[in-house]
């Protein structure tokens, strides 16, 4: 091989080596963080679930309920069409 080119081929080696050692580096120190940022999420999940449930139930609730407000706005507009 011409020595141009193996120069590059080592070269072109080394700095693979070099990212796999940084791949490694980051791998391992990922997997000693602790993993409590997911136990937080979770809780914090139920809440919203549960914000969400109680939202939909009212609004299901307050199709069925009639609203004395709601009466009032509708019985002026018909009025207004009228004239």
């Not at 490694?24 to 979770?42: F, I």
């Not at 919203?48 to 299901?60: I, K």
Request: proline fraction near 5%; include cysteine; charged fraction near 35%.
């Amino acid at each position: 091989m011409h020595p141009i080119i193996e120069h590059d081929v080592m070269k072109a080696q080394v700095a693979e080596l070099h990212r796999q050692a940084e791949r490694d580096r980051m791998a391992r120190s990922a997997s000693r963080t602790p993993h409590t940022r997911r136990e937080k999420r979770r809780r914090n999940l139920m809440l919203g679930r549960t914000a969400v449930l109680v939202r939909r139930a009212l609004a299901s609730l307050s199709a069925l309920i009639p609203s004395p407000t709601r009466g009032r706005e509708r019985a002026a507009g018909r009025e207004a069409a009228r004239c």
